[in-house]
């Protein structure tokens, strides 16, 4: 599903991103990709993205 429109950014490039580099907040995450540049109905769900990662990140290494 695309994410940003603007950039043709999709949701499981921003989930890669997540998992690979670990960005912290939303700017980090628009460090990575190119989100928010434009328009910025992005945003939202970019960062319900980031927060569902965080989550699931966190579980798998407490659970490690």
């Known amino acids: 599903m695309y994410v940003c429109l603007c950039n043709a950014v999709t949701d499981k490039v ?3 991103v997540i998992r690979q580099h670990q960005p912290q ?3 980090d995450l628009r460090q990575l ?3 928010g540049t434009d328009c910025g109905k ?3 769900q970019a960062r319900e993205i980031l927060v569902e990662e965080q989550e699931s990140t966190t579980y798998i290494i ?3």
């Open 14 to 16: 921003i989930r890669k």
């Open 25 to 27: 907040t939303m700017k």
């Open 33 to 35: 990709v190119p989100i």
């Open 42 to 44: 992005c945003i939202r």
């Open 62 to 64: 407490e659970v490690a």
